[in-house]
C-alpha cells in the first residue's frame, strides 16, 4: 500500500480479540508516512500505547451504552409505579420484577441489533423463562412485553420496530450462556439490586464484555445515584433531586461518567486520593451488619459508620472517589455470580483502583457463572490495599475465619 500497489487492506477478525502491536507497528507508519491512513473501524488511529497489544472497543462500548441507557429508561419507568403485588418471587427465593425481565430483553435485542453477531453469547441472571410461558402468566408477559416495545421506540432507530412476546421470551432466553475462558460473552445483570429497586432505592443495570477471560469493556447505569456524591446526607436534597449516572470503561481507556439523561458530556472519573484513614468512608451492602467489616474498620481506624448501598453502585461511588473502601465478605463456601461484580471491576480498575480477594488476587472471571475467588472481594485504591489486606488478615485470624 506504501508504494501504490494496493488502494485498501482491511482485516477484520470474526470475533473481536486484541491484535498484537508487532503485526501491526512498522506497517503502520510506513503507510502513514507515505500519505495513508491506518485508523480502527470507526476511523480512530490505532493505539500503541497499551503493552502488547492494540484493540478498540468503541463499537462493541457504544452498543453497550446504548442497551444499558435504554434498559434504565425502562427501569425507571417500573420503579416509579411498582406495587408490591408486581413483585414475584423465584425459585431461589429472590425477588424479581417485570423490570429484570424487560431489561434482559432490551439489553439482548439492542446488542443483537447493534452488533449483528453470529451469535450472541450473553451471562445473564434472568435464565429462566418457564414461569412466563406457564398458564396464568399471560397477563404479566404482556405487560412486559409492552414495556420492551415502548422502551425501544422511545429511540429514533427503534422507532416502527415490531416486537412480539415470543421475541421478549427468545431474547430474554439469550441469557443462558456459561461463560468461560475463551471466545466473547456478554455478562449482565439487568436489575442488580432488585430489593433496593422495590424499595425505591439504589440500583443498577451492569452490562460486561467478557473476551478470553478477562473483563474489557464495563457499563453501568445507576438511575437514583447522585451525580454529585453517593455519600450525602439524607436531607440534602438538592443531591436527591439530581440523579441519574452512567458510568462506563474500556481497557486501557479510562473510566467515566455522565449523566444518565445524557444532557453532559462524559468526565473522567478517579478513585480517591486521601490517604488518611480516619478519614475515609467505606461501603457495603444494604443488609444485616458484618461484624467482620466492623472488625476491620476499627483496625484501619475508620471512624465513620458504613454507609450501605445495594448493588454495584457502590464499585461506581469508589471509581468516583466518593469512598474509598468497599467491603463484601459472605458466608464461607459461597461463591459469587460474575454479573454482580464484572461490570463494577473494570470501571474501578480503570479509575485507578484495586478489585481483589481477601488475599490481594484480582478477580478471575473466566470460570463460568461464578466467581473463582477464595474469600470476600475488596474493592480500594493502590495506596491503601497493603494496609487493608493486613486489616483483613488480622481480623480474620482474631474471627478464626479461614481463607
Same mark, same amino acid.
Given at each position: 500500500l506504501c508504494r501504490g500497489d494496493g488502494e485498501v487492506y482491511l482485516r477484520f477478525t470474526r470475533k473481536p480479540r486484541p491484535e498484537s502491536i508487532w503485526n501491526h507497528a512498522a506497517g503502520s507508519i510506513l503507510v502513514s508516512e507515505a500519505?495513508?491512513?491506518?485508523?480502527?473501524?470507526?476511523?480512530?488511529?490505532?493505539?500503541?500505547?497499551?503493552?502488547?497489544?492494540?484493540?478498540?472497543?468503541?463499537?462493541?462500548?457504544?452498543?453497550? &451504552? &446504548? +442497551?444499558?441507557?435504554? +434498559?434504565?429508561?425502562?427501569?425507571?419507568?417500573?420503579?416509579?409505579?411498582?406495587?408490591?403485588?408486581?413483585?414475584?418471587?423465584?425459585?431461589?427465593?429472590?425477588?424479581?420484577?417485570?423490570?429484570?425481565?424487560?431489561?434482559?430483553?432490551?439489553?439482548?435485542?439492542?446488542?443483537?441489533r447493534e452488533l449483528k453477531p453470529a451469535t450472541l453469547s450473553l451471562v445473564a441472571e434472568e435464565v429462566d423463562t418457564r414461569d412466563l410461558?406457564?398458564?396464568?402468566?399471560?397477563?404479566?408477559?404482556?405487560?412486559?412485553?409492552?414495556?420492551?416495545?415502548? /422502551?425501544?421506540?422511545?429511540? %429514533?432507530?427503534?422507532?416502527?420496530?415490531?416486537? /412480539? /412476546? %415470543?421475541?421478549?421470551?427468545?431474547?430474554?432466553?439469550?441469557?443462558?450462556s456459561q461463560g468461560g475462558s475463551s471466545g466473547c460473552h456478554w455478562v449482565l445483570d439487568p436489575i442488580d439490586g432488585t430489593r433496593g429497586f422495590v424499595r425505591g432505592e439504589q440500583y443498577a443495570v451492569g452490562l460486561a464484555l467478557l473476551v478470553e477471560g478477562k473483563v474489557v469493556v464495563g457499563v453501568m447505569a445507576c438511575p437514583n445515584l447522585p451525580l454529585s456524591s453517593a455519600v450525602v446526607e439524607k436531607d440534602d436534597k438538592s443531591c436527591q433531586d439530581n440523579v441519574g449516572c452512567l458510568f462506563f470503561a474500556a481497557t486501557g481507556s479510562g473510566a467515566y461518567v455522565q449523566p444518565l439523561n445524557g444532557n453532559s458530556p462524559p468526565q473522567e472519573v478517579r478513585v480517591s486520593s486521601n490517604e488518611n484513614l480516619e478519614e475515609a468512608k467505606f461501603l457495603e451492602s444494604y443488609h444485616m451488619p458484618i461484624p467482620l467489616h466492623s472488625s476491620i474498620a476499627k483496625k484501619l481506624g475508620i471512624t465513620a459508620l458504613p454507609v450501605r448501598i445495594d448493588s454495584q453502585a457502590k464499585y461506581?461511588?469508589?471509581?468516583?472517589?466518593?469512598?474509598e473502601m468497599y467491603l463484601r465478605f459472605t458466608l464461607?463456601?459461597?461463591?459469587?455470580?460474575?454479573?454482580?461484580?464484572? +461490570?463494577?471491576?473494570?470501571?474501578?480498575t480503570e479509575a485507578g483502583g484495586v478489585v481483589c480477594d481477601a488475599e490481594g488476587i484480582p478477580l478471575d472471571f473466566s470460570k463460568g457463572k461464578r466467581l473463582d475467588h477464595n474469600r470476600g472481594i475488596i474493592v480500594t485504591t493502590k495506596k491503601l490495599k497493603p494496609l487493608i489486606l493486613k486489616a483483613v488478615r488480622e481480623s480474620m485470624e482474631e474471627e478464626n475465619i479461614r481463607v
Open positions: 500519505g495513508g491512513k491506518v485508523t480502527s473501524a470507526e476511523g480512530n488511529p490505532l493505539d500503541f500505547s497499551k503493552g502488547n497489544f492494540v484493540m478498540s472497543y468503541e463499537k462493541e462500548l457504544g452498543a453497550a &451504552k &446504548k +442497551a444499558v441507557s435504554l +434498559a434504565a429508561r425502562l427501569s425507571q419507568g417500573v420503579q416509579k409505579t411498582l406495587l408490591q403485588s408486581e413483585v414475584w418471587t423465584k425459585s431461589d427465593k429472590t425477588p424479581v420484577t417485570a423490570a429484570d425481565y424487560g431489561s434482559q430483553a432490551v439489553v439482548s435485542l439492542v446488542l443483537e410461558r406457564k398458564k396464568g402468566s399471560e397477563e404479566f408477559l404482556e405487560d412486559i412485553t409492552k414495556l420492551v416495545r415502548d /422502551t425501544l421506540a422511545s429511540d %429514533e432507530s427503534y422507532a416502527g420496530s415490531s416486537i /412480539t /412476546t %415470543e421475541d421478549v421470551l427468545n431474547a430474554i432466553d439469550c441469557g443462558k461506581a461511588a469508589v471509581s468516583r472517589g466518593d469512598a464461607v463456601g459461597y461463591r459469587e455470580w460474575i454479573w454482580d461484580h464484572a +461490570a463494577g471491576s473494570i470501571i474501578t
